[in-house]
């Protein structure tokens, strides 16, 4: 009897740790960047705005818990995953190899390929190793797009940037002489005022273990349950429409891709 009462208790604490470790996923905090449009970016009155912005909120709503955004630089976005400042990452984060090492991603919610924009009167012919030799390539640092170009484009001359509209004052002032990033961000960034400079040299083949299996949200590895939400929201919005009503307000083609 008595090793039956030591059983008993032995399975009611592990219950009770057990119940403990439960997480509360009434609300969830989303880091994003803020700095990369149209998938994420802070207005002059600092409104966060974007795809990435309305898909979280969607998500949110189809798991019917209350989001919380938190603005993270890009270099830092994963180390502030890991130490709890939020609980997931929707900032236009492709799923790699190298990333899955430190933390876990759900399916993807978009992708798109990279590409190469150029100034209107430039001589670069076009996107090869041998064409872009010498040429001041620049790139947002700790992205698919710079590692692209460092495994892809050694011939280039990268510079590194922290955010995206560092390289494209840089391009369009004639410092720099391409830029590479998402076809999406450098398509949008053209119809703009300040993109008025540029133009598209070329899309880039994707590299699977470099490019990803495109953009996902990132979830620290013991956060499973919510890794499960985020996937059967996505999959929802998908299915009813949600996503596309999205997709439609910023885009004229369909970005969840093959």
Not at 109 to 134: H, M, Q, R, W
Not at 206 to 213: A, F, H, R, Y
Not at 233 to 248: F, Q, R, T, V
């Amino acid at each position: 009897m008595r090793v039956l009462r030591m059983a008993a208790a032995a399975v009611a604490v592990l219950a009770a740790v057990g119940g403990a470790e439960a997480k509360d996923w009434s609300k969830v905090r989303i880091g994003t960047e803020g700095a990369y449009p149209p998938f994420n970016n802070l207005t002059a009155d600092g409104q966060l705005v974007g795809f990435d912005v309305d898909i979280a909120k969607a998500l949110c709503d189809e798991m019917k818990v209350e989001c919380e955004f938190v603005v993270q630089d890009w270099d830092g976005m994963i180390p502030a995953l890991q130490a709890g400042k939020f609980d997931a990452v929707i900032a236009s984060m492709s799923i790699t190899p190298e990333r899955k090492q430190k933390v876990d991603f759900t399916n993807k919610y978009y992708n798109t390929p990279p590409a190469i924009a150029v100034p209107k009167d430039s001589k670069v012919a076009g996107t090869t190793d041998a064409d872009l030799s010498g040429v001041a390539l620049g790139a947002q640092s700790s992205t698919t797009h710079s590692n692209y170009a460092e495994e892809k484009l050694p011939s280039a001359d990268l510079k590194l940037y922290p955010t995206a509209d560092e390289y494209k004052l840089d391009v369009a002032s004639g410092r720099i002489d391409a830029v590479i990033d998402d076809v999406v961000v450098l398509s949008e960034w053209l119809e703009t005022d300040d993109g008025s400079c540029c133009k598209i040299l070329g899309t880039l083949t994707p590299d699977l273990v470099i490019n990803g299996e495109g953009a996902g949200i990132a979830i620290r590895k013991e956060d499973g349950e919510l890794k499960d939400k985020f996937n059967t929201a996505i999959e929802a919005i998908l299915a009813n429409g949600k996503y596309k009503e999205i997709n439609d307000k910023y885009f004229s083609f369909d970005v969840y891709g093959g």
